[in-house]
């Protein structure tokens, strides 16, 4: 084979071996955006796509907080003796029947819940839209010492809720915090967005 023969050959592996490279970038770029596209784009998601939430390791009074049309949602696990408060104050609040329709029919209960255990609440006040602080502190000084049974407050300006996401009479915030659609998959995960009748 000549030299020249030799060199042409090269060429021909060389010329080949970047094809094929460009080629396969080419593909990874075409590809991207199409298995991106099987993917809810941020908008749906914003838009309410529901969210799970594995509440397995969730402790009797601890708050977990999840995001859902990008807003949080915070679910808490009550203690029997928590969920006993909620009658003792029921004259200290605005809306104690949760008359007002800002949580879906089956959470029109004591308890604000499907399960009296645990709560389920989109965390933003309902006066300028800050997030209250859990304060689940029995007797908390700085929030009424004794008559304080626990719940949520907002440093904001000051609205307070019970242990059920029921306002205080007196304070700026309106209305009741808001329970979102939510249903269980099983014992331990939520569906946060979805409620068994859209299910």
Known sequence: MSEEEMVSKGRRKLLIG???????????GVATPFVRSWQPSAKARAAGAPVEADISQLQVGQKMVVEWQGRPVWIVRRSPEALATLPKIEGKLSDP??????????AM????????????LLGICTHLGCSPVYRPDVGAADLGGESWLGGFFCPCHGSKFDLAGRVYKGVPAP?????????????NVLLVGEDEEAA
């Open 109 to 120: 209960n004591d308890h604000r819940s499907i399960r009296p255990e645990i709560l389920v």
């Open 175 to 187: 209305t009741n915090l808001e329970v979102p659609p939510y249903r269980y998959l099983s014992d």
């Open 18 to 28: 970047v094809t094929s490279a460009i080629g396969a970038v080419g593909a990874v």
């Open 97 to 106: 029947r949760s008359e007002e329709p800002q949580q879906p029919e089956y």
